[in-house]
């Protein structure tokens, strides 16, 4: 595992024998520099926390492939070209996540939330809370890259 690892309520546990879940997440970008978060689901692990859209990855699926799936899915969504853009594992008491994240920039149809989700576009500094810890990196990156 070359990523840097984020532990979040105690993670770590048996992190050598537990799988690394993949997962694309998609930072759809509208101008001035406004970015879609949504909530998570009722009934997931951290329910109502903040984050960016997106899901695993399917058995042979492409992080691309994946995303343009998730997206239409969850929010509605048919994406443009979305290449990978940074990744970082998260080590969760539920799961070691790989979240792989994409900027999203073109995108036909509006964000449609289909699994009982909220959703807000936001400004850096965000202003919604919770924030999904594996989403507080991403929110600096992106503070970082438009300096």
């Known amino acids: 595992m070359t990523d840097p690892v984020l532990v979040v309520d105690g993670g770590g546990v048996s992190e ?23 909530t998570r689901p009722p009934g997931k692990a951290y329910a109502g926390y903040w984050e960016f859209p997106g899901g695993k990855l399917e058995a ?5 492939a994946a995303l343009r799936r998730e997206l239409e899915e969850e929010i509605g969504v048919t994406i443009g070209a979305a290449p990978l853009w940074r990744s970082s594992v998260v080590d969760y008491p539920h799961a070691l996540v790989r979240l792989n994240f994409c900027r999203v920039t073109q995108w036909s149809g509006e964000p449609t939330m289909r699994e009982g989700q909220a959703f807000a576009w936001q400004s850096l500094p965000v202003q919604v809370t919770p924030v999904l810890p594996g989403t507080v990196p991403v929110l600096a990156w992106l503070a970082e890259a438009r300096d």
């Open 16 to 38: 050598a024998t537990r799988p690394i879940v993949e997962v694309a997440v998609g930072i759809l970008c509208r101008a001035p520099d406004q970015y879609l978060l949504t």
């Open 60 to 64: 042979g699926e492409s992080v691309e």
